[in-house]
């Protein structure tokens, strides 16, 4: 096998964990601070796609990059809906509570976007300047998912200086240690809780928007992402997003693996490396033991 066959194999995965990464960020971004699982994050996800897919309509890439740029905008201002009117009374109820009412929200929201897009599934053309494709030792790869790449880096590095730099990161942070004394101390709890839902639905709206010229819109690609962006973030550690970086990273090195040497077993490649990580760190790679 060439080491051309093994790049473009390896950019392939790389391309596939950067939109993965943006999802999981946003999930794990949510969890770390409100200690929420929100399975409506796939229906956030799909969202954004349909969005794009729509603004773009019949015009091809002309409108690409208006669409991208105000789809996730839109998808913010949903999440800040759904927190508004649904989180802000569960945040102190049961997990399972929780589970079901973010389930709930993705069913209902399902049904919204059956009604509004339909059940046929939609396509979008990639902008003229990132139609090409590079070579590689006689391989070619699509410029535009060289251009997730670096998408899904710029997204972690503007990510880790939002919570290492800002005041807005340092709050995100101090709540999760103790959200009662930051309130004390003057913070207002309930906005910034609305603000962390509000990037973490951010973040699942890009990665819809921008996954749309790889693979087709429909209406189960909400679900299909949300299991393979929680594993991602198990893998890393619930809460950590430098985690869903590292767990993204693994998840393409194994996809790689099995397209290339283990064909039959690429479908199952995320589970064998959650299971094989969890055996190894039960609380993910960057995660911390929760003792209460």
Known sequence: MSWGS???ALLTSLS??????????????????MRVINLAHGSLYMYGAFAVATIVGAASGERFWF???????GVAA???????????RVYRRDHLVQLLSTYGISLIMADIALSLWGGSPRSVSAPAILAGAITIAGHTFPEYELFLIGVGLAVGLALWLLLARTPLGWRIRASVEDAELLSVQGTNVRLLYTAVFGLGALLAGIGGALITPVQGVDLGMGDSIIVAAFIVAVIGGLGSIAGAALGALIIAVFEMVGTLWLPSWAPASLYIAMIVVLAL????????????
């Open 16 to 33: 596939s964990a950067a939109s993965l990464f943006m999802v999981a960020a946003g999930l794990t971004l949510i969890f770390g601070a």
């Open 78 to 88: 949903v999440g800040v809906l759904i927190e508004v009117t649904v989180m802000r």
């Open 281 to 292: 760190k039960p609380w993910g790679l960057l995660g911390v033991k929760d003792n209460s």
């Open 67 to 73: 669409a991208v740029a105000l789809a996730p905008l």
């Open 6 to 8: 093994i790049s473009i």
